[in-house]
């Protein structure tokens, strides 16, 4: 895999409501691996600010960690079968949510990585949803041909 990359992230939340909401990310990156985990930086830019937020991922296997510094902060751990806490910073203010990971799949190709990660959100001690993320990294020359 390449320094620069395309990194597109996709993340599916499914409410006690049953109404799927969506988002997703694309944006240019850098990565690189070292000692078996796997790192994406980016910048990130929320609608309405003119403040970015670097945001940082580190995965292997078996967890996940979304480090973000600037206008939102958070470090959230996806760790296979386990809850994690933590505090989400946000312009909007503070919420105190809990990351329950089921699983997490990395599938790497040749030029290509393929993260999925499914979990409960949980905001205040409240179930809030089932989630997925996915992840998918490829080559800058590749352009839009993530699959």
Known sequence: MT???IL??????????EDAQGTEVIALADYYKKN????VIYEE???GFSETTRSRIKFND????VSKKGLINVHMIFDKNKKNMTSYVTPYGNIFIGIDTESILVKEEENRIKVEV????????QHLANCRIEM???PREDG???A
């Open 3 to 5: 320094k620069e990359i």
């Open 8 to 17: 597109s992230i996709k993340g599916l939340q499914t409410g006690v409501d």
């Open 36 to 39: 078996d985990s796997h790192y």
């Open 45 to 47: 830019l929320t609608e």
């Open 62 to 65: 078996s967890c996940m960690e």
């Open 118 to 125: 499914y979990y409960g959100l949980e905001a205040n001690y």
């Open 136 to 138: 998918q990294l490829a």
């Open 144 to 146: 839009i041909r993530l």
